[in-house]
C-alpha cells in the first residue's frame, strides 16, 4: 500500500497570489518525483502555507526560538489512529520576501528555487535532517538528484 498525500495551498500574502497556480503544479510534480521518499502505507496532510517574512519571523521565534526570518521552516505533527493508522500533519510555511531577497544577486529562477527548498522540506517531513555530516551530505545528494529529474542544475553550485 503506498502512502496518501493531500497537498493544500494557502497564500497569506498577497505577493503570492499570482504564484500560486503555478505553485501548485510544482508540488504535484514533485511530489510524484519524490513519492518513494514517502513512507508507504501513511497518510499524509500537507499545507504549503505561503507567507511573507513577518509571519514566518514570528514563527521562527516561537518554535525555533531565533529571532530572525528564514526562507522556509517545515512543522510535522505524527499520530496514530487504531482505525486509520499513522498521520502526519505537515506545514510547510514560505516566505516570498525571504526567497526573493535571497535570489537579488542570483541567477537562478524564482520558481527553481522554491523547488529546491520544496524537495528540502520534503525530505524533513519523512525523517532527513542535515545536523550532521552525513545526514548534510545525504540531504544534498538527493536534493541534487531530484533538481537534475526536474531538468534544474545543481542548487549547491550557485
Known amino acids: 500500500m503506498k502512502a496518501k498525500i ?8 498577497k505577493k503570492w497570489t499570482r504564484r500560486v497556480p503555478i505553485i501548485k503544479k510544482i508540488s504535484s510534480k ?15 496532510n500537507l499545507n504549503i502555507i505561503l507567507t511573507d517574512k513577518n509571519n514566518i519571523k514570528k514563527l521562527n521565534k516561537t518554535y525555533r526560538n531565533k529571532e530572525k526570518d528564514t526562507d522556509v521552516l517545515t512543522f510535522v505533527n505524527k499520530s496514530y489512529n487504531k482505525n486509520v493508522g499513522k498521520n502526519y ?18 541567477k537562478i529562477n524564482f520558481y527553481e528555487h522554491f523547488n529546491h527548498l520544496l524537495i528540502h522540506s520534503f525530505l524533513h517531513i519523512n525523517g532527513y535532517e542535515h545536523k550532521t555530516s552525513n545526514g548534510n551530505k545525504l540531504m544534498k545528494k538527493i536534493e541534487i538528484l531530484i533538481m537534475k529529474k526536474l531538468g534544474f542544475e545543481n542548487p549547491y553550485n550557485n
Open 6 to 13: 493531500v497537498i493544500n495551498h494557502y497564500a497569506l500574502s
Open 30 to 44: 514533485t511530489l510524484k518525483l519524490m513519492l518513494s521518499y514517502f513512507i508507504q502505507s501513511k497518510v499524509y
Open 89 to 106: 500533519y505537515c506545514d510547510i510555511f514560505f516566505s516570498i520576501d525571504k526567497i526573493e531577497n535571497f535570489l537579488k544577486d542570483s
